[in-house]
């Protein structure tokens, strides 16, 4: 009796222990639950039980300087999703079939969607009411009032199609900004999403109105550019008339700037492309084997064709570089404008042993003062003037000129200048770079030097946002003008100012000379690579020099035409087109 007694005690004390034990382990499981796993557990239900639908909001416009010419919209559209769920098995064949003939889609492929267990498959984006209203006449004709989603959407619109394509850019099928000013200023103009919150069942199935939550998306502000539009029309027209007549293989661009704000006025590029179709190539011949084109060669073709070359391609300036060489010797001391016979061109200079022809090295200039060595763009002259200032100084006026590094333009992919290091830089190297070879810049780059003579002296940052609008408030926030330093003094960039006047009245730039207006220029010819055979004709030009209201940068690629490759020769482009003469006009 009394062994059994104890075997009981003992039974009972071990079944006590195993409930505590069990209850222990109980409450520790609970405790983790609740304290470890507590938020990610509710997260997941909460997901379980919602259906999360996002909201588009409509992207900011971009404007022309005025504010009134739209040159990007957002134009209202719909998305069409379906909860698979929530579509009875017998209506999803149904479904799929009304939405592959409405919005002529593939069949298979949206019944494969309809058909999935995921909580929400996107049929079609972005498409126009006009079809989502025939959809849903079809669902309530079908008595289907649960499982299929129209949303509010939105579609980038760029009315005036091709116009400053290269600056624009456009986006991608989610609304982001990809190439230009879209991309650059994403974050100003793309707004926040929105999103409708369903609250579901156990099964997933919808629990009506009264479980839905409305988040309103959040537009994008606005963006007022520094572009005129008449201006880059004009711009854009003539920049092509002259590429096709002076057979340019590869291009053109054109860039017209206000000096004393630094606002681009006009940034053309040819050829160009339309912005409603950025994937269309633009070049005929190339469009009868694009077919036949690798992934990656297409890929390549349409960056290329993307690309803004004045400023994400570098070049050599040539002559109109003399400009930086004539400033900074004027600043420096060592020089005067008209001392007669200053300087002499025998048709060449010998620097380091390496003979340098003049390019009228067959019948030198003679005896020259610096205005004239400018007007007839004699090498030689210019050569000198860099041994004078000597390699340190000369590299202080680069810095100065911000051509060490970028302008800071507000676009993607700004390049960099291609100089080499001061230390590397001897005699003949200085005497290349002293009148405009053997080292490349961008045309944004060429707009800044010009610019900063054209104000005074005073350098100011190239810009084509000058103000955003508060897409909630309608408020206008104007962007402050960014000036640097003075380069060189105000009396000596009058000084090279009237002898680019001078240039233009009696030297190679002739043929820019506007009647009824003070025109000051500089041209340009130059390599376009080593040993290419290829050319580059450029012009860069100030109106009006004795109040100067507009700088311009003209650069023809490699033309062929007739009029050959001499900056001079084929100044066409801003005479008998006009530039120079109708942007002032304006």
């Known amino acids: 009796m009394w062994d059994s007694g104890i075997g009981r005690k003992r039974k009972l004390r071990n079944m006590l ?31 379980q039980q919602t259906l999360n639908r996002a909201i588009s909001p409509k992207r900011g416009r971009i404007l022309d300087r005025t504010g009134n010419i739209e040159l990007a919209v957002s134009a209202s559209t719909e998305t069409v999703s379906v909860n698979p769920t929530n579509i009875s098995a017998k209506n999803k064949e149904k479904v799929a079939r009304a939405m592959s003939d409405i919005f002529n889609i593939d069949y298979e492929k949206t019944l494969k969607k309809i058909s999935k267990r995921t909580s929400i498959e996107i049929i079609v984006k972005k498409v126009d009411k006009e079809q989502t209203d025939k959809l849903r006449i079809w669902l309530s004709e079908n008595n289907i009032t649960t499982g299929v989603n129209i949303d509010e959407d939105t579609k980038r619109y760029y009315p005036h199609s091709s116009l400053a394509s290269n600056i624009i850019g456009f986006t991608g099928s989610d609304n982001q900004g990809l190439e230009g000013l879209e991309s650059y200023y994403d974050d100003i103009l793309r707004g926040t999403h929105g999103k409708i919150l369903k609250l579901t069942d156990a099964n997933g199935t919808d629990m009506g109105i009264e479980g839905e939550d409305y988040i309103a998306a959040e537009d994008g502000n606005d963006i007022v550019l520094t572009i005129d539009m008449t201006i880059q029309s004009i711009t854009e027209k003539y920049l092509k008339q002259a590429c096709i007549d002076n057979k340019c293989t590869d291009g053109g661009n054109v860039i017209i700037m206000n000096p004393k704000t630094g606002d681009i ?3 053309a590029t040819y050829p160009n492309y339309d912005l409603n179709s950025p994937y269309e190539i633009n070049d005929e011949e190339l469009k009868t084997i694009w077919d036949t084109l690798s992934n990656s060669e297409k890929n390549n073709y349409l960056l290329q ?10 070049y050599e300036p040539g002559s109109t570089f003399k400009l930086v060489t004539t400033s900074a010797a004027l600043e420096e001391g060592i020089t005067e404008t008209d001392k007669a016979g200053e300087y002499n061109c025998s048709g060449s200079i010998t620097i380091a042993g390496a003979r340098i022809k003049c390019w ?14 400018l007007m007839n763009s004699c090498n030689p002259v210019f050569i000198g003037i860099g041994q004078k200032l000597g390699i340190h100084t000369y590299y202080s006026y680069l810095e100065k000129y911000g051509l060490l590094s970028r302008t800071g333009i507000d676009l993607p992919g700004e390049a960099s200048s291609i100089f080499l290091k001061e230390e590397k830089v001897g005699p003949v190297e200085l005497a290349t770079i002293s009148f405009g070879q053997r080292f490349e810049i961008t045309p944004i780059h060429m707009a800044k030097i010009v610019g900063t003579i054209a104000n005074g002296g005073k350098a100011v940052n190239p810009r084509l946002v000058r103000a955003i609008i508060d897409s909630k408030t309608g408020k206008i926030n104007e962007i402050a003008v960014k000036s640097g330093e003075q380069v060189i003094s105000k009396e000596n960039a009058e000084k090279v100012l009237s002898m680019m006047q001078s240039v233009v009245d009696e030297g190679t730039g002739k043929n820019a ?12 010819t130059s390599e376009d690579g080593v040993n290419t055979g290829k050319r580059i004709a450029s012009f860069v030009g100030v109106a009006d020099i004795t109040a100067p209201e507009i700088v311009i940068v003209v650069i023809l690629y490699n033309p062929t035409g007739e009029g050959g490759h001499q900056g001079g020769a084929w100044l066409v482009l801003t005479t008998h087109y006009g530039i120079i003469e109708k942007s002032a006009m304006i």
């Not at 195993?18 to 997941?44: H, N, P, S, T």
């Not at 000379?513 to 340009?524: A, F, L, P, Q, S």
């Open 17 to 47: 222990f195993v409930v505590f034990a069990i209850q222990l382990v109980l409450i520790i499981r609970i405790g983790f639950i609740q304290f470890v796993q507590g938020a990610e557990l509710q997260a997941m239900a909460y997901s």
């Open 265 to 267: 006025l006009a940034m």
């Open 305 to 314: 064709m993307w690309r803004n070359k004045a400023i994400s391609d570098t």
């Open 360 to 373: 009228r090295y067959y019948r030198p200039h003679g005896a020259q003062s610096l205005r004239q060595a």
């Open 513 to 524: 000379k506007v009647e009824g207006y003070n025109i000051g220029g500089k041209t340009g």
